[in-house]
């Protein structure tokens, strides 16, 4: 300022000092403190704003209005500006009479006496609560998950950048990560729509909220993706019991308007320790939440450095698979089968190799981690499809006509029966005659809760024409009823029910037990894993209808599978 317009200013409030401290009383807030910061005047706005009188707020220092809001770090910052001397800028929410929190822009000015020393501090407000409220609120928004009213991603990463900084402070308290997505959300999205997808989502975030409560962080990242800081909840329960906790309320059936639906989750966990990253913690939680899905799912499992390098093993070989898929590496070959009442091999079942280009011909249980990649899954199913299209016609070319396709379905590592709807559909598709396949199955594979949709499944498969084949059983605790349940055309006998029967004669009347108990369904029999003459013998004289194992040949191409076919043949078993 001038120093004509200084002097004017001290002309003007000298000549009408009541008129320039109405103008003030009017527009601001204004309070006055002594060097210790009590109080010794105050305006009317201030009265008016905080709800105190002068009785009450005269002779008191601002802690009185203090709300809460704002740390120690908050005041030390500003004490140490006034006291150095200079003016201090800044927002601050106080406290109402009421409890009532508003907010005020304020500019405090240190007051100096004639030697220049500060003797006081004058503090002059305006009340913006309106505006931060509206700021507060439009943060809160960008911050929400706009569908189910949990934090979003960047919400969460906020959150979980503060957990990660108060870990690093000397005795924190413990702090864990948790992250899942949910297992069967997709169908539903697909069968019901989503709308009802969006009814799960929201379902599964009150039952977190009611579950967690609202100490704790609860998001959801995106699409059927949640996470959660777990800090004051573990003051109270156990980890392991909340996991346990979460997987239960996962897995409660979910009532929507057209029907009732049931999902469940892998749980994947990890400490927050101070020596991690951001992006460390999360990778680490995702590490767990596949280890889940590798074992099953439905289940919760916590992040080891163990699991961190089975990872990596798995990415390096998801990339060369994904390389290989490009580059025709991958080839389906065929194990035949020989009918011991015609001596002819008559069956083949198909099962996929790797020409690995540094580890050479693998089998399909060697890459198994493949085929849990959907996208790699899906590439794997086209190339199946047309291996099998390009291949039937090879052979009915060379002379071979009607040979049966087994399918094993746990040995092609396909995911699940209801997944596995395109490969079918593309099977017919291509006019390939349902009846060239026999599609094998396992007692495994139709245990659990989605037994009932697996069993409906094959026999509209079984009606459409594909034979059905009941693979493995003597391994394990496969149930009879299974037998009568399913429109089975052949058993398959598991291969430890041959390895001892040339020398033990429990295990040929084992074996001989259960041709019969086929026979008596009236199914065909074939034993699996033969590898010697005496096994084949054996096995032919106990009447089994089929034989498959080294012994007859190993899996082949499809063009060795020509010459084979031509050149095995023995002599027909007669009675």
Not at 506 to 526: C, D, E, F, P
Request: aromatic content about 6%; proline content about 3%; hydrophobic content about 40%.
């Amino acid at each position: 300022m001038s120093a004509h317009h200084d002097h004017r200013l001290r002309a003007l409030t000298h000549e009408d000092a009541d008129f320039w401290a109405d103008v003030v009383d009017n527009v601001l807030i204004v309070a006055v403190t002594d060097q210790n910061g009590t109080i010794t005047y105050v305006n009317d706005r201030f009265c008016e704003i905080s709800q105190y009188s002068r009785q009450e707020l005269l002779g008191h220092t601002h802690s009185i209005l203090k709300s809460g809001e704002h740390g120690q770090a908050f005041f030390r910052n500003m004490y140490k500006t006034l006291h150095a001397g200079r003016t201090w800028h800044g927002n601050i929410c106080n406290r109402a009479k009421d409890g009532s929190h508003y907010w005020v822009a304020t500019t405090i000015i240190p007051h100096r006496n004639m030697r220049g020393d500060i003797n006081g501090f004058v503090a002059a407000r305006f009340e913006i609560t309106e505006l931060m409220n509206t700021k507060m609120r439009l943060r809160k928004q960008a911050a929400t998950d706009m569908l189910t009213g949990l934090l979003n991603r960047g919400g969460f990463n906020a959150h979980l950048v503060t957990a990660l900084e108060a870990s690093k402070r000397r005795g924190a308290e413990p702090r864990v990560l948790v992250m899942f997505d949910l297992d069967g959300f997709k169908p539903v999205n697909d069968i019901h729509g989503h709308h009802a997808g969006d009814e799960v989502l929201k379902t599964i975030a009150t039952r977190l909220l009611e579950l967690i409560g609202p100490d704790d962080v609860i998001s959801r990242l995106g699409g059927d993706e949640f996470a959660l800081i777990l800090h004051k909840s573990l003051k109270i329960t156990p980890l392991e019991t909340i996991l346990k906790k979460i997987q239960h309320l996962l897995e409660e059936p979910i009532m929507l308007d057209s029907a009732t639906v049931r999902i469940s989750g892998s749980i994947g966990a990890t400490r927050i320790t101070g020596d991690e990253t951001l992006e460390g913690l999360q990778k680490n939680a995702d590490v767990a939440v596949y280890a889940a899905k590798q074992a099953g799912g439905k289940q919760a499992r916590m992040f080891t450095p163990g699991l961190h390098k089975t990872t990596i093993k798995r990415a390096r070989l998801l990339a060369e698979a994904r390389a290989g898929v490009r580059e025709k590496q991958f080839e389906v070959y065929y194990q035949p089968i020989l009918n011991t009442r015609t001596g002819r091999i008559e069956q083949a079942e198909a099962l996929m190799r790797w020409h690995h280009p540094e580890r050479g011909l693998l089998s399909a249980g060697l890459f198994a981690e493949v085929f849990t990649d959907s996208v790699l899954a899906q590439d794997m199913e086209a190339h199946l499809i047309q291996s099998f299209h390009d291949d039937i016609e090879k052979w009915k070319r060379a002379g071979v006509p009607n040979l049966c396709v087994a399918v094993n379905l746990s040995h092609l590592d396909l995911l699940n029966l209801e997944q596995q709807g395109n490969l079918f559909s593309e099977i017919r598709q291509r006019d390939l005659p349902p009846e060239t396949f026999m599609l094998e199955v396992t007692e495994q594979m139709l245990q659990g809760r989605r037994a009932q949709k697996s069993y409906a499944h094959l026999r509209q498969l079984a009606d459409e024409g594909f034979g059905l084949a009941m693979d493995n059983f003597g391994y394990g605790m496969a149930r009879l009823s299974t037998l009568s349940e399913l429109p089975l055309r052949a058993l398959k006998l598991d291969r430890c029910l041959i390895r001892e029967v040339a020398t033990d004669e429990k295990a040929r009347s084992m074996l001989a037990s259960l041709i019969k108990l086929g026979h008596g369904y009236n199914l065909s029999v074939t034993i699996e894993g033969v590898e010697t003459r005496s096994e084949f013998d054996i096995a032919r004289r106990l009447g089994v209808d089929h034989v498959q194992g080294f012994f007859i040949s190993p899996a082949v191409s499809a063009t060795e599978l020509i010459r084979v076919t031509r050149e095995m043949t023995w002599e027909p078993l007669t009675d």
